[in-house]
């Protein structure tokens, strides 16, 4: 299956990416190619809804690793959102969870 990517700038630092599909070796250099430069902007909010996603391997987790880690370094923030049950768990297990994150839906425009 493929990963469908959507990018929509809300506000000049806000971003909301839209994903669709499955997260997997296959996806996730896409992914990572559409989400590495957003995290590498000062400041910039990024939300990844996940509404839509099925499926998601390690790579995926080494994708948003990855994300996180480009944050930290340019002062951005990571949000995850709408994250099916089956998804989420992979966070639960690998604890992932802890240190991201992760949301039950997307927050308002007025931040």
Sequence with gaps: ?????????????????????????YTAPDLKEALI????QEEQVVEVDLAEVNYMDST???????????SKEYNSKLTLVNIQDRVLRLFQITGLDEIMDIRASIRGGSE
């Design 37 to 40: 430069p957003l995290m590498r």
């Design 60 to 70: 995926g987790l080494g994708t948003f690793i990855s994300a996180l880690k480009s």
């Design 1 to 25: 299956m493929n990963l469908t990517i959507n990018v929509v700038n809300e506000q000049p630092s806000k971003s909301i990416v839209y994903l669709a599909g499955e997260i997997d070796a």
